[in-house]
């Protein structure tokens, strides 16, 4: 089974600067979708970014990007910029033709002003 | 507009209780749904699917059902909830068929207490 890890629980950054949050995945696939969602203390879930493995382009979403190592299976995103509102859980997910969406276990990430 | 709402936002109940938690879409056909529990602090587990009515898919054994009466009605049901059924349930939503870099839409989640 395809898995998804976020090893970092707990992220914490200066509202201004910039933080990048990791992950990395498991798979066998050479076609599948990797996402980043956004959860705030509302609890509901929010697409951040998401990135085909198919692109060797990182994804691109105003004040957020992502580097995408597919050799490394490695997916973190960057936030420039950091605002208070970014404060929130955000998890990393995999998605290929076999599987419905996997998220990792997600890091929450604290914006101190 | 397509809009997700789910209901309701919090719930406490008793051990060997049942359980009924809705989810309706509007605004758009035959959409994916989803049901996904997250425990507290962790990920989202995937627990059912469906790509239309009356079409289920479970991904975890449990003691949890799901059923989709009408197009855009997914209902998460129990007989029996146990205390390992607490935790944080969202609905979700996307575009029919099956499309690697859909995006999910997500309801407003539930809160459920098992004491």
């Known amino acids: 089974a395809q898995t998804v890890t976020q090893s970092q629980p707990e992220m914490s950054v200066q509202e201004a600067e910039t933080v990048t949050l990791s992950c990395t995945y498991d798979t066998s696939e050479s076609d599948y979708y990797l996402f980043w969602y956004k959860q705030p203390p509302s609890r509901q879930m929010i697409l951040v970014i998401r990135?085909?493995?198919?692109?060797?382009q990182n994804a691109t979403e105003n004040r957020f990007s992502v580097n995408f190592q597919k050799a490394a299976k490695s997916f973190s995103l960057k936030i420039s910029d950091s605002q208070l509102g970014d404060a929130a859980m955000y998890f990393c997910a995999y998605r290929d033709a076999g599987n419905m969406l996997t998220f990792g276990g997600g890091t929450r990430l604290m914006v101190k002003p | 507009s397509q809009t997700i709402h789910q209901w309701p936002a919090t719930l406490v109940q008793p051990v060997g209780s049942p359980l009924s938690l809705e989810c309706t879409v509007e605004?758009?056909?035959?959409?994916?749904l989803y049901w996904y529990r997250q425990a507290a602090g962790r990920g989202l587990q995937l627990l059912f699917y469906s790509v239309g009515i009356g079409q289920i898919s479970s991904e975890v054994p449990q003691n949890l059902s799901a059923s989709r009466p009408q197009d855009r009605q997914f209902i998460l049901s129990s007989k029996k909830l146990l205390l390992s059924d607490s935790g944080f349930y969202l609905c979700?939503?996307?575009?029919?068929?099956?499309?690697?870099?859909?995006?999910?839409?997500f309801g407003s989640g539930t809160q459920l207490s098992v004491l």
């Open positions: 979700a939503w996307s575009l029919s068929g099956n499309i690697l870099g859909e995006k999910l839409f």
């Open positions: 605004g758009t056909s035959n959409p994916n």
């Open positions: 990135q085909e493995a198919y692109k060797q």
